[in-house]
Every structure is written in C-alpha cells, then in structure tokens.
Nanobody, 121 residues
Framework: QVQLVESGGGLVQPGGSLRLSCAAS????????MAWYRQSPGKERELVAT???????NYAVSVKDRFAISRDNAKNTVFLQMNSLKPEDTAVYYC???????????????WGQGTQVTVSS
C-alpha cells in the first residue's frame, strides 16, 4: 500500500520560510502529477501548486512568487518551498500524488496525512 509521508511543517513568524517535503513509499513507482493543497479553519481545501512529471508547474495567485514546488523523481518526493510567509498562509497542508496502479492499469490518487503550518508572531 502506497503512503505519502509529509514533513517540514511548524510554527514560523511572518516573513519566514518553511520547506515541506512529501515522499511516496514504495518501489519503482510511476507518479504523474503531484501537488500541494491547503485547508484553513472554516475554509474549503484549495489548490496551492501542482507539478507534472515533466516539471511543469502551476500556482495559486495567492502564493505565486512566494512559493516554489519541485520534485525529485528518483526519490518519489515533492517539495514546497514557502518564503515570505503571511498569517493567511496558516493552514493544514496536504500533498497529493497520482500513482500508477498495476492492478487497475490507471492512476490512483493518494493524499498525505496533512502537516500544520502556522504563521504567527
């Protein structure tokens, strides 16, 4: 069973930085799009950034120029570098991955457990 394991969350002051990591367990995985979502109290989960297997990226307007998504295909890992953090970035961040299933011959969506990011002074 594939699992996405997240790390890197925590408490940071406004203007600070954090780097989130999410690694997919398993051997010889074929992973399509990976992404980061976030959900803050009282709000719906929103897409933060995506990255294709070829490295093409897309960002939410609210984080563009501040966040950067990247991936290491050899390690089945996706990263989210977050700079110039603002209080409104406070949320639980979830990673997402589409991983090929040999059983169904299709991509299956997986979600990380979520990691708390709190931006506060």
């Amino acid at each position: 069973q594939v699992q996405l394991v997240e790390s890197g969350g925590g408490l940071v002051q406004p203007g600070g930085s954090l780097r989130l990591s999410c690694a997919a367990s398993g051997r010889m995985l074929s992973i399509n799009t990976m992404a980061w979502y976030r959900q803050s109290p009282g709000k719906e989960r929103e897409l933060v950034a995506t990255i294709t297997s070829g490295g093409r990226t897309n960002y939410a307007v609210s984080v563009k120029d501040r966040f950067a998504i990247s991936r290491d295909n050899a390690k089945n890992t996706v990263f989210l570098q977050m700079n110039s953090l603002k209080p409104e970035d406070t949320a639980v961040y979830y990673c997402y991955a589409e991983i090929w299933s040999r059983a169904t011959y299709s991509f299956v969506t997986y979600w990380g457990q979520g990691t708390q990011v709190t931006v506060s002074s």
